[in-house]
Nanobody
Framework: QAQLVESGGGTAQAGGSLRLSCVAS????????MAWFRQAPGTEREGVAV???????DNIDSVKGRFTMSQDNVENTVYLQMQSLKPEDTAMYYC???????????????????WGQGTQVTVSS
């Protein structure tokens, strides 16, 4: 079991930065693959970034070079540092956890069993 709580969303101007945080409450000794998904109004939810249990990371092409996912295992927290924000980054961002991830897990929501409540990111032009 894992409970996820996101924070750090808000409003930024295009070109600005935001950092999202996700604190994971979980059973001691259990590790998870963690990811960030986002969903804009009228669109399907899409995977944005993932960090595996061994620390490998992956991003979707539209955020490469702008978004960086990292983790602090001591604090059980993952982060999504977002820079050079664009209006099309506007969405509800969700933290998700899975016991195991595959290389294509960002395109497989069903891999993730645990989800946070979401935090809104709005980028103005």
């Amino acid at each position: 079991q894992a409970q996820l709580v996101e924070s750090g969303g808000g409003t930024a101007q295009a070109g600005g930065s935001l950092r999202l945080s996700c604190v994971a409450s979980r059973n001691s000794g259990t590790t998870y693959c963690m990811a960030w998904f986002r969903q804009a109004p009228g669109t399907e939810r899409e995977g944005v970034a993932v960090i595996g249990r061994t620390g490998w990371t992956d991003n979707i092409d539209s955020v490469k070079g702008r978004f960086t996912m990292s983790q602090d295992n001591v604090e059980n927290t993952v982060y999504l540092q977002m820079q050079s924000l664009k209006p099309e980054d506007t969405a509800m961002y969700y933290c998700a956890a899975a016991r195991n991830c595959r290389s294509d897990s960002l395109s497989r929501e069903s891999d993730f069993s645990y989800w946070g409540q979401g935090t809104q990111v709005t980028v103005s032009s």
